[in-house]
Nanobody, 125 residues
Framework: QVQLVESGGGLVQAGGSLRLSCAASGRTGSNYAMGWFRQAPGKEREFVAAIDRSGGSIYYEPSVKGRFTISRDNAKNTAYLQMNNLKPEDTAVYYC??????????????????WGQGTQVTVSS
């Protein structure tokens, strides 16, 4: 079983940047696609970005495309989300996830068995 630990969140002013990390331990995540998701207060969790096993295929939710960059370092079993030009509407708890058997093409709507604690991102106006 894989444990995923998100970090890197914080409080930032609008227009600022943060880099989130997702460290995988246990049965590591280098063999399957990874995704970032977020949940704002009072809203459902939503998809943000996905990256396939090799990093060759990437997909973004339209509202973050051009501002966020997803990447991964399989040697470190870590995925990243670089967030630039942050907006107050980006305020949310950010989660990463991925499971064997869930492909890159299915990750944005996948029903994951469990979620980590996430990392809080707060963008002030």
């Amino acid at each position: 079983q894989v444990q995923l630990v998100e970090s890197g969140g914080g409080l930032v002013q609008a227009g600022g940047s943060l880099r989130l990390s997702c460290a995988a331990s246990g049965r590591t995540g280098s063999n399957y696609a990874m995704g970032w998701f977020r949940q704002a207060p009072g809203k459902e969790r939503e998809f943000v970005a996905a990256i396939d096993r090799s990093g060759g295929s990437i997909y973004y939710e339209p509202s973050v495309k051009g501002r966020f960059t997803i990447s991964r370092d399989n040697a470190k079993n870590t995925a990243y989300l670089q967030m630039n030009n942050l907006k107050p509407e980006d305020t949310a708890v950010y989660y990463c996830n991925g499971e064997p058997g869930i492909s890159f093409w299915d990750i944005f709507s996948a029903d994951f068995a469990s979620w980590g604690q996430g990392t809080q991102v707060t963008v002030s106006s």
